[in-house]
Every structure is written in structure tokens, then in C-alpha cells.
């Protein structure tokens, strides 16, 4: 079998894990050969690739980023190329498509599918929030970086007496911010699923300040946004969901605080150190996972599909599924969050 496999959209912690294990299961068992394109989709549209044995993935297992490289999408030439499938088809040559990637990685792939191409998917994001599996790769290790960083953020804050607002990333679902946030004890939590009061984020700071607590600790997700007239010193742009969104919400929130409160606030905002580095464990086995399961998938001819969790089995599910809707976090979530604050 002839396999191709990409990388596309933001890169993971892990993206490295399942290219190694597709080419370990593929070319070492199976006797497949597999090319790697690079730069996503746009290798694979300009014919850019090389072939990839079992010494080009030697050491990469706990390595961050991809050697792919990767490339956010360019949908207009994906469509074109896809009007064109069958030119496509026989010039890639190809048995099986694997692209590694999130929500437009994976609405991509569904296009391709459509157009005849035979593609399994994996999927991958450090925010969570592909509502066909129960786990992404990259999560983990966001979480983990974050609450690493909000550990140290704390003693500092205490040290000086105070706020400290930590922008986690998320632009749509904050899984991060919820998870990070419990992990590291955050006095609050503020995710894109609900709008947060600044007069409830006033009033928590003021009561732990009364009883000599004279810190806290504040995670919110970068998509967060405010109740309606909740901040009042500021002004948002309205999303395609017809929220208020705030670009900078971190820095936008510490203000407010500060001019509230009377007393430094002080922002920090993590962004991409989340995605860069070595994969935790969890993440090096569920991308391990992921790479075995989608070459099995292709010998079995699952196509239009892509590797998901649930539980702890992967299973196979329709593309069509991965795409549908975001997970977002729910309200019960954020009840057990809301109890340790
Ligand atoms: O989708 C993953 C993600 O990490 C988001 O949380 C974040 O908003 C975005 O990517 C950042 O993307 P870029 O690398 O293009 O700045």
C-alpha cells in the first residue's frame, strides 16, 4: 500500500508521535510504503513530499511541533483540486490519505473524502473541543504547561498581593481554562460556553482580600467574553456566534479589575508556549494510538473516517461527525469547577 500523511492547521504536542507510529505500523509491519507531505495540504496540492522509513522518525517520539512542517489551509485551491479529483487521484498516487489535524484539517479531509480520495483522519487539538472523540492529543500537555504556570504565578501574586489573570488558549470551547484552572486552583474561571460578571470576579477578590487572602488567581480562556454591559470600560467586536468577543481579553480584564478594584492586576498571557515542547505521556500514547489505528483503517479500507477515543477504545468514526458540531464544556463541568474556588 502506498500511504501519504500530512500534518495541517496549528501545530500539537504529538503530531510527531502518530507520524512515527503510521510509518513504524505501515512500512516495519505492514511492508506499506508511506510519503510524508510537507507543509500540509500545500505539499500535498504543489507535490512536495519524501518517502519516510523507520530512520526518519527515529527520536521524534517526545518531540514537539511536526517534521512535516505545517500550514494553515488554503481552501480555495483544496476546492479547485477537489472539482478536479480525478487528476488529483492519479497523480498522488495514492492508497490511503492520512491528514493529522483539527476542526479545518478534518473538514478538508471530508472534502477530499467526498471527492473520492480514500482518507482516514486524525485528529488533533490542544483545546479538546472535536466533539466525535473523547480525548485529544496536545491537551494534556497544554493542561500541564498552564497549571505549571499558574503553580508559579500564584506564589509571586502572593508574595505581592496581587491579581493575576492568566489568558490560556481556547477560542471557542475552554476546556484548558477549565481543566488548568482546577488543576492550579484558580480563584476563577472564565470560559467562551458562559459569560462571566466582572462584579462576581469583584466580589470574589474583595471577600478573599477580607479574610487575608490577599491574592488571586484568574484563568480565562482567550475566547471568554463578558456578560452584556458586565464591563462596562470596554467595548467587543460581535463573533459569527453573535457573542461580544474581546481580542485581548487578558489584558482587557486586568484593566477593568485594576480600575475596579484599586489593586495591580497584572495579565499574563500564555499562547503558544501551550503547543511548543515535549508531549506529556498521555498524549504520546493516545497520538501512538491514533497513527496505529488509522493505518489498520486503511488496510481495512474505512475510509471517510478518522481514529477517535471513547472511552478507553478507538474506534472509527465518519468524518462527517468530527465536523459537525465544537464540544463545548458544559454546565455541569463548570458546577464541580466553581465548588473548590
Ligand atoms: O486551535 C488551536 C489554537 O491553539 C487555538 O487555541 C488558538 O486560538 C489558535 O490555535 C492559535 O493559532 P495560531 O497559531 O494561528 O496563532
Redesign the pocket.
Known sequence: MRIGVLTA??DCPGLNAVIRSVVHRAVHDRGDEVIGFEDGFTGLLDGRYRPLDTNDVAGILARGGTILGSA?LERDRLREACDNSEELIDRLGLDALIPIG?EGTLTAARMLADAGLPVVGVPK???NDISATDRTFGFDTAVGVATEAMDRLKTTAESHQRVMVVEV???HAGWIALEAGMAAGAHGICIPERPFEVDDLVKMVEERFAREKKFALICVA?GAHPAEGSMPYEKGVIDQYGHERFVGIGNRLASELEHRLGKEAKPVILG?V??GGTPTAYDRVLATRFGWHAVEAAHRGDFGQMTALRGTEIVMTPLANAVSELKRVPQDRMDEAESVY
Do not use: V, Y
Request: glycine share 28%; net charge positive; hydrophobic share 15%.
Open positions: 492547521g496549528g494553515r483539527g487539538t490542544i483545546d488558549m481556547g477560542r482567550e503558544h501551550q503547543r
